[in-house]
T-cell receptor, first 116, second 115 residues
Framework: KQEVTQIPAALSVPEGENLVLNCSFT??????LQWFRQDPGKGLTSLLL?????REQTSGRLNASLDKSSGRSTLYIAASQPGDSATYLC???????????????FGQGTTLQVKP | KAGVTQTPRYLIKTRGQQVTLSCSPI?????VSWYQQTPGQGLQFLFE???????NKGNFPGRFSGRQFSNSRSEMNVSTLELGDSALYLC??????????????FGQGTRLTVV
């Protein structure tokens, strides 16, 4: 059974800092791993998706890496801004042939506060 | 192109009533999944539909049900509402795994409050 864990649960940093959010998963047989952002009371916004055959993906100031052998993914945010304040969630998708179609397993999230 | 649309955005219902939530996926997406989000349990998978068929189901009681129409729009229904059903219900659409990256796109959610 896949379990996803995110550490830390909360993080507060001054504006301009580079930071790393961590995500670990117990079953390495994933189809992809996706990072999301959620603002209070809102839906989820997809940030980056890493397919199982990839090692990393980049979008602007965001870089996500995937190491299936160790069951870890990291989200690196460069030069953080107050607008980055939100909850960040990682989610693993299993292979469709294992019956996990459409079922994302989420971590509990890391709530980030970037202070001006 | 238009994103995932969920209606209504907010609902207040009384215990014992039933409720129906709607989700319109991104055009071309045929897989629709539903999730429940609560402060205590986080995001939990309810079920997934593809081509009008439920392919996967989470660990929720039978009061939670859903369906998908031929245009890929989906509805979920909760009968005999309980206070613990109060949550943010999120819908996600994606292409079918095995035919691409299967990136999931979420709607803004329906906030259900049971009183």
């Amino acid at each position: 059974k896949q379990e996803v864990t995110q550490i830390p649960a909360a993080l507060s940093v001054p504006e301009g800092e580079n930071l790393v959010l961590n995500c670990s998963f117990t079953d390495s047989a994933i189809y992809n791993l996706q990072w999301f952002r959620q603002d209070p009371g809102k839906g989820l916004t997809s940030l980056l998706l890493i397919q199982s055959s990839q090692r990393e993906q980049t979008s602007g100031r965001l870089n996500a890496s995937l190491d299936k052998s160790s069951g870890r993914s990291t989200l690196y945010i460069a030069a953080s801004q107050p607008g980055d304040s939100a909850t960040y969630l990682c989610a693993a998708l299993g292979h469709f042939y294992s019956g996990n179609t459409g079922k994302l397993i989420f971590g509990q999230g890391t709530t980030l506060q970037v202070k001006p | 192109k238009a994103g995932v649309t969920q209606t209504p955005r907010y609902l207040i219902k009384t215990r014992g009533q039933q409720v129906t939530l709607s989700c319109s996926p991104i055009s071309g997406h045929r897989s629709v999944s539903w999730y429940q989000q609560t402060p205590g349990q986080g995001l939990q998978f309810l079920f997934e539909y593809f081509s009008e068929t439920q392919r996967n189901k989470g660990n929720f009681p039978g009061r939670f049900s859903g369906r998908q129409f031929s245009n890929s729009r989906s509805e979920m229904n909760v009968s005999t509402l309980e206070l613990g059903d109060s949550a943010l219900y999120l819908c996600a659409s994606s292409l079918v795994p095995g035919q691409g990256p299967a990136e999931a796109f979420f709607g803004q959610g329906t906030r259900l409050t049971v009183v």
